[in-house]
T-cell receptor, first 115, second 112 residues
Framework: GAVVSQHPSRVICKSGTSVKIECRSL??????MFWYRQFPKQSLMLMATSNEGSKATYEQGVEKDKFLINHASLTLSTLTVTSAHPEDSSFYIC???????????FGSGTQLSVL | DAKTTQPPSMDCAEGRAANLPCNHS???????VYWYRQIHSQGPQYIIHGLKNNETNEMASLIITEDRKSSTLILPHATLRDTAVYYCIVRVETDSNYQLIWGAGTKLIIKP
């Protein structure tokens, strides 16, 4: 099946710094990528939908200036958490839509811990 | 808001069939039902999806009721590695795209 690579898998940073998370579709072109966050023992919450070459669409309550999304190519989308604070600590997951059957494939997730 | 309801947890004996129910009584005619599972601290893994007909693949079977208000995921011979949170999801079409509306999932524990 199609593979989505997400990097890094784990990051620890100081409060106030910015963190970039990369999401790549390895063997297919992803016209659309989605970014989720997940708190412990909770379900996935959609943060934004990213379309290649256009601005991302953010879900209600998600600050676009804090969570910068760039989908510069058909195989790469990045999420930058700017000026991270401890409350931003979470598991972030990307997914990519593509392949011949348009299923959603997920990355392995990034555990962000802000000290 | 989630469009699906699932039991929060289930147990199943290793080697037996695991039957995971899902209610989606407000599903629309063109909305697909998807199942994903998530093993702790990993990204979700696709299992199966369907619209009206029952579906089967190498991982599981999906049984959808005729009125489409509920479905059941069947893992025919559960193994310990099938322990995970299983999400029943409705795929909602948007203007030029689609979204997966995630519910709370069922934590399935396979016991030896």
């Amino acid at each position: 099946g199609a593979v989505v690579s997400q990097h890094p898998s784990r990051v620890i940073c100081k409060s106030g710094t910015s963190v970039k998370i990369e999401c790549r579709s390895l063997d297919f072109q992803a016209t659309t990528m989605f970014w989720y966050r997940q708190f412990p023992k909770q379900s996935l919450m959609l943060m934004a939908t990213s379309n290649e070459g256009s601005k991302a669409t953010y879900e209600q309550g998600v600050e676009k200036d804090k969570f910068l999304i760039n989908h510069a190519s058909l195989t790469l989308s990045t999420l930058t958490v700017t000026s991270a604070h401890p409350e931003d600590s979470s598991f972030y997951i990307c997914s990519a839509r593509g392949g011949f059957d348009e299923k959603l494939f997920f990355g392995s997730g990034t555990q962000l811990s802000v000290l | 808001d989630a469009k699906t309801t699932q039991p929060p947890s289930m147990d199943c004996a290793e080697g037996r069939a695991a039957n995971l129910p899902c209610n989606h009584s407000t599903i629309s005619g063109n909305e697909y039902v998807y199942w994903y599972r998530q093993i702790h601290s990993q990204g979700p893994q696709y299992i199966i999806h369907g619209l009206k007909n029952n579906e089967t693949n190498e991982m599981a079977s999906l049984i959808i009721t005729e009125d489409r208000k509920s479905s059941t995921l069947i893992l025919p011979h559960a193994t310990l590695r099938d322990t995970a949170v299983y999400y029943c999801i409705v795929r909602v079409e948007t203007d030029s795209n689609y979204q997966l509306i995630w519910g709370a999932g069922t934590k399935l524990i396979i016991k030896p």
